[in-house]
């Protein structure tokens, strides 16, 4: 099985803001203008007890000019500090929501592109769960504690420089019968929450994922009556998370321990400013610096302790975001260095290496009845060649038009160690149109997904004109390429909003074309709003069959050089069934088309079918299908 990295449900939550850090480096002009006006602002309210201080010593000496100045002096300092901490909110949220923001994009384009592997291999409330639920979290730690975070962080580390300044003595007791306490029971908070946090998010990702796949497949569970077996799995996820979000709130009230240690400190505090201040080695106003400092020094520690566990939950759910982002971007990389590597083939088979072949048997030489051109190409010629020549003996459905698509020797699995496809070598040629059959299970489906870039194989290769497929652009590929599933996704939205997913933009004249060209205008007018018919959510008011009329009218429009059907087996009335041969007859001219078949009529249409049986082509099997029988060489070397 190819290697895909698979997302930890607990994922490492060391030096996440390090990790992170190349998602923040692009905004880190605005984030640092944030960070410096909240400072500004803290300082500001740092000066306050000092200010009052100073004021209580020159009152005692009989300077009542001195209060009235240090009145004034404390408005102001309030005035500055609310008027900069709102600026520096406004700056922090502004820069905290391009962050998110960017985040969001990044993870719906990395997992727009990340493979179907991948996708299939996780669950999908999981996915859901980072991609939406931990970067609204994200979103909302930014906007409403980040702020308060910065704030009271300053503050601890400014009003220790006025207490130092104001009275080793009392800053020594303070250190003593504070700092102690308060750091141990920091330490309990952190262990408890290190635990507990990461494993609450974990059970509250696995209830989200079992609810949303009891969601979409509420109608199977009623129908097999699994309804109530599948409660019960739910009740178990949702008594896992209550037991963990309990551990988890029995975390935070250690937190109410600090409430002790505050109440002891001041004490210690007042009695010792007290004794100093009567034998005159600090004055009244020291002391009274002192006392108001350290409350609003007290009062930062215990919010800190608040927001930090609200940091910590944050930051578990920023790891399980980091871990998704990683993980998608390991395969962006891949794909990034494989089109660097010199096998990108921007256009129709026209890149260094890839060129010959590509253009070969696209167009050229096999089209000439020859595949010299081909074999002049040296390595990536052989498969050209060889499909040159496979091409040919196709039932002479080789044209001088679409491109041939080649499996050499692939092999897939699913799961480590039990491979579905076994080694399968099989050419398409240019413009010949072929069927593939074979029991269920047998790896049609599995094979179609291979054969147009949607999986990677574990070994072997798959060319399109020549080229390998994973060296092929995303985008390119999906226009050279287009296969039609059994079930045709859809979205909520109308016909018009469906037919709208395809490369590039399209107008409603280019749905009307492509309808007129394969003989669906009939249809699309028999429908109660022809375009702007509501399809309702996922399209699930269309048939099987209607859906893939929907997906023949888009590939119409994408106009690919290979269409790939994987025919639909169920809900295909005879009307439909007509309609679908009908338009895939207009639509298989001049371009390479192979069919997944399941009913007799397809297959005999078909002029070359492939069978395949438990992961192998059959060699040299005799097919037969309604009447007709053939034999079937395998075709690749
Ligand atoms: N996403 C998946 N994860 C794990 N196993 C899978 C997955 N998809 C298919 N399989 C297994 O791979 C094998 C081949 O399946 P595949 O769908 O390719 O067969 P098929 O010939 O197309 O069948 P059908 O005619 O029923 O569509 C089967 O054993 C199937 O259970």
Redesign the pocket.
């Known amino acids: 099985m190819a290697d895909v990295r698979l997302l930890a449900e607990e994922p490492d939550q060391r030096h996440v803001l390090r990790r992170a850090w190349p998602y923040l480096r692009r905004h880190r002009a605005a984030i640092g203008a944030a960070v410096t006006v909240n400072l500004l602002a803290t300082l500001a309210l740092t000066l306050v007890p000092v200010v009052i201080g100073r004021a209580v010593d020159e009152l005692i000496d009989g300077d009542r000019t001195g209060l009235l100045t240090a009145a004034a002096v404390v408005f102001g300092l309030v005035i500055v500090r609310t008027l900069l901490l709102r600026w520096s909110e406004l700056l922090l949220v502004r820069a905290g929501e391009k962050v998110v923001h960017d985040l969001r994009d990044l993870v719906v384009e990395r997992l727009g592109g990340t493979p179907l592997r991948f996708l299939?291999a996780h669950r999908g409330g999981d996915l859901l769960q980072r991609a939406t639920v931990e970067i609204a979290d994200l979103a909302a730690f930014v906007r409403g504690q980040l702020p308060d975070l910065i704030s009271l962080a300053g503050y601890v580390v400014f009003a220790t420089v006025v207490l130092l300044t104001s009275s080793w003595q009392l800053l020594t007791l303070l250190l003593v019968v504070f700092a102690p306490p308060m750091w141990l029971l920091t330490r309990i908070v952190r262990r408890t929450a290190e635990r507990a946090y990461p494993a609450e998010a974990a059970a509250r990702s696995t209830l989200t994922a079992t609810f949303s796949e009891s969601l979409l497949a509420r109608e199977q569970l009623q129908i097999d009556g699994a309804t109530g077996t599948w409660l019960s799995r739910l009740r178990g996820d949702a008594g896992d998370y209550y037991r963990r979000a309990r551990t988890a709130q029995g975390a935070a009230t250690w937190i109410d321990g600090t409430w002790i240690v505050q109440g002891l400190a001041s004490a210690a505090l007042l009695i010792a400013g007290g004794v100093l201040a009567g034998n005159g080695t600090i004055t009244v106003g020291v002391v009274v610096t002192f006392m108001l400092a350290s409350r609003d020094l007290f009062s930062s520690v215990d919010d800190l302790t608040l927001v930090v566990g609200d940091l910590l939950e944050t930051r578990v759910g920023l790891a399980r975001l980091l871990d998704l982002l990683a993980a998608t971007g390991d395969h962006s990389k891949q794909r990034e260095i494989s089109d660097k590597s010199g096998g990108g083939v921007p256009g129709h088979g026209a890149a260094a290496g890839g060129a010959a072949a590509g253009g070969a048997v696209a167009g050229g030489a096999v089209a000439g009845g020859t595949a010299a051109g081909a074999a002049a190409a040296g390595g990536v010629a052989a498969g050209g060649a060889a499909a040159g020549a496979a091409g040919g003996a196709a039932a002479g459905a080789a044209a001088a038009s679409g491109a041939g698509l080649t499996a050499e020797a692939v092999t897939y699995s699913?799961?480590a160690g039990e491979l579905?496809l076994h080694g399968i070598s099989v050419h398409f040629g240019p413009g010949e149109h072929a069927g593939l059959i074979?029991?269920?299970?047998?790896?049609?489906?599995?094979?179609?997904?291979l054969l147009c870039g949607l999986y990677l194989p574990d070994s072997g290769t798959v060319r399109l004109g020549g080229a390998d497929l994973s060296a092929l652009d995303a985008a390119d590929l999906r226009r050279r390429l287009v296969l039609i599933p059994?079930q045709v996704h859809m979205i909520a939205g109308s016909l018009a909003d469906n037919l709208a997913l395809t490369p590039g933009k399209k107008t409603r004249d280019d749905f009307a074309a492509a309808a007129a060209a394969l003989g669906l205008t009939a249809w699309i007018d028999s429908l109660p709003d022809g375009f702007d018919t509501d399809l309702g959510r996922r399209g699930e008011r269309f048939s099987a069959g209607e859906r893939q009329l929907v997906g023949l009218v888009r590939a119409a429009m994408t106009d690919p050089e290979v269409l790939i059907l994987?025919e639909a087996?169920a809900d295909l009335d005879p009307a439909t069934a007509q309609r679908i041969e009908e338009a895939l007859a207009r639509l298989r001219d001049g371009r390479t088309v192979l069919v997944?078949a399941?009913r007799p009529a397809t297959i005999d249409r078909l002029p070359r079918v492939v069978r395949?049986h438990a992961?192998r082509i059959e060699s040299a099997g005799r097919i037969e299908s309604a009447g007709r029988i053939e034999t079937e060489e395998p075709s690749c070397p």
């Open positions: 299939e699913y799961k579905v074979g029991e269920t299970g047998s790896g049609k489906t599995t094979l179609a997904k059994q994987d087996t997944i399941h395949l992961g």
